[in-house]
Nanobody, 124 residues
Protein backbone atom coordinates (compact mmCIF):
# COMPACT_ATOMS: atom_id res chain seq x y z
CA UNK A 1 0.00 0.00 0.00
CA UNK A 2 1.19 3.52 -0.76
CA UNK A 3 0.41 6.34 1.63
CA UNK A 4 0.21 10.04 0.83
CA UNK A 5 -0.01 12.46 3.75
CA UNK A 6 -1.17 16.05 3.45
CA UNK A 7 -2.53 18.91 5.52
CA UNK A 8 0.52 20.10 7.36
CA UNK A 9 1.44 23.75 7.63
CA UNK A 10 2.16 26.66 9.90
CA UNK A 11 -0.30 27.43 12.69
CA UNK A 12 -0.32 29.58 15.77
CA UNK A 13 -0.51 27.95 19.16
CA UNK A 14 -4.10 27.19 20.08
CA UNK A 15 -5.09 26.67 16.49
CA UNK A 16 -6.16 23.55 14.62
CA UNK A 17 -4.99 21.51 11.67
CA UNK A 18 -6.29 18.35 10.08
CA UNK A 19 -3.90 15.90 8.52
CA UNK A 20 -5.07 13.43 5.91
CA UNK A 21 -3.43 10.28 4.65
CA UNK A 22 -4.75 8.73 1.48
CA UNK A 23 -3.92 5.11 0.75
CA UNK A 24 -3.73 3.42 -2.60
CA UNK A 25 -5.12 0.00 -3.27
CA UNK A 26 -8.36 -1.72 -2.47
CA UNK A 27 -7.41 -3.25 0.87
CA UNK A 28 -7.30 -0.15 3.05
CA UNK A 29 -9.80 -1.66 5.45
CA UNK A 30 -7.36 -4.52 6.08
CA UNK A 31 -4.85 -2.25 7.80
CA UNK A 32 -4.54 -0.69 11.18
CA UNK A 33 -3.56 2.93 10.56
CA UNK A 34 -1.71 5.47 12.60
CA UNK A 35 0.47 8.55 12.90
CA UNK A 36 3.96 9.12 14.21
CA UNK A 37 5.91 12.35 14.48
CA UNK A 38 9.52 13.37 14.67
CA UNK A 39 10.70 16.71 15.98
CA UNK A 40 14.15 18.10 15.15
CA UNK A 41 16.81 16.35 17.17
CA UNK A 42 14.38 13.89 18.69
CA UNK A 43 13.41 10.30 18.15
CA UNK A 44 10.28 9.47 16.22
CA UNK A 45 7.33 9.00 18.55
CA UNK A 46 3.94 7.38 18.29
CA UNK A 47 0.99 9.79 18.17
CA UNK A 48 -2.22 7.86 17.48
CA UNK A 49 -3.53 4.67 15.91
CA UNK A 50 -6.86 3.23 14.84
CA UNK A 51 -7.76 -0.37 14.12
CA UNK A 52 -9.21 -1.62 10.86
CA UNK A 53 -12.81 -1.22 11.93
CA UNK A 54 -12.16 1.90 13.98
CA UNK A 55 -13.17 0.15 17.18
CA UNK A 56 -9.74 0.42 18.84
CA UNK A 57 -8.15 3.85 19.11
CA UNK A 58 -4.99 4.77 20.99
CA UNK A 59 -3.19 8.05 21.68
CA UNK A 60 0.04 9.02 23.28
CA UNK A 61 -0.62 10.83 26.54
CA UNK A 62 0.57 14.23 25.34
CA UNK A 63 -2.15 14.51 22.69
CA UNK A 64 -5.10 12.97 24.51
CA UNK A 65 -8.06 15.33 24.55
CA UNK A 66 -6.56 17.46 21.77
CA UNK A 67 -6.06 15.12 18.81
CA UNK A 68 -8.61 12.83 17.20
CA UNK A 69 -7.80 10.05 14.78
CA UNK A 70 -10.48 8.75 12.44
CA UNK A 71 -10.75 6.82 9.22
CA UNK A 72 -13.05 6.58 6.24
CA UNK A 73 -12.66 3.16 4.70
CA UNK A 74 -14.82 4.13 1.72
CA UNK A 75 -12.36 6.92 0.91
CA UNK A 76 -9.22 4.97 1.85
CA UNK A 77 -8.23 7.83 4.12
CA UNK A 78 -7.16 8.27 7.71
CA UNK A 79 -7.32 11.65 9.43
CA UNK A 80 -5.69 13.32 12.38
CA UNK A 81 -7.61 16.30 13.71
CA UNK A 82 -5.28 18.38 15.83
CA UNK A 83 -6.80 21.01 18.11
CA UNK A 84 -5.32 23.28 20.77
CA UNK A 85 -1.95 23.00 19.09
CA UNK A 86 1.15 23.65 21.14
CA UNK A 87 4.67 24.56 20.08
CA UNK A 88 5.81 21.12 21.21
CA UNK A 89 3.58 19.60 18.52
CA UNK A 90 5.97 20.96 15.91
CA UNK A 91 7.31 17.97 13.99
CA UNK A 92 7.19 16.06 10.76
CA UNK A 93 4.13 13.82 10.92
CA UNK A 94 4.14 10.42 9.23
CA UNK A 95 1.18 8.17 8.56
CA UNK A 96 1.63 4.45 8.62
CA UNK A 97 -0.23 1.22 7.94
CA UNK A 98 0.12 -2.20 9.51
CA UNK A 99 -1.46 -5.62 8.98
CA UNK A 100 -1.95 -5.87 12.68
CA UNK A 101 -4.60 -7.06 15.06
CA UNK A 102 -5.77 -3.73 16.45
CA UNK A 103 -3.28 -3.72 19.29
CA UNK A 104 -1.78 -0.53 20.64
CA UNK A 105 1.16 0.97 18.79
CA UNK A 106 4.12 2.51 20.66
CA UNK A 107 7.23 4.58 20.07
CA UNK A 108 9.42 1.75 18.81
CA UNK A 109 6.68 0.05 16.83
CA UNK A 110 7.54 -0.56 13.18
CA UNK A 111 4.46 -0.58 10.93
CA UNK A 112 4.60 -2.40 7.63
CA UNK A 113 4.22 0.73 5.51
CA UNK A 114 5.15 4.39 5.90
CA UNK A 115 4.03 7.46 4.07
CA UNK A 116 6.13 10.51 3.40
CA UNK A 117 6.07 13.11 6.13
CA UNK A 118 4.15 16.35 6.31
CA UNK A 119 5.56 19.25 8.30
CA UNK A 120 3.54 20.78 11.11
CA UNK A 121 4.93 23.96 12.63
CA UNK A 122 3.24 25.62 15.59
CA UNK A 123 4.35 29.11 16.49
CA UNK A 124 4.01 30.34 20.05
Amino acid sequence: VQLQASGGGLMQAGGSLRLSCAASGRTFSSYDMGWFRQAPGKEREFVASISRSGSNIYYTDSVKGRFTISRDNARNTVYLQMNSLKSEDTAVYYCAADTGDGSDWYDGFLPDYWGQGTQVTVSS
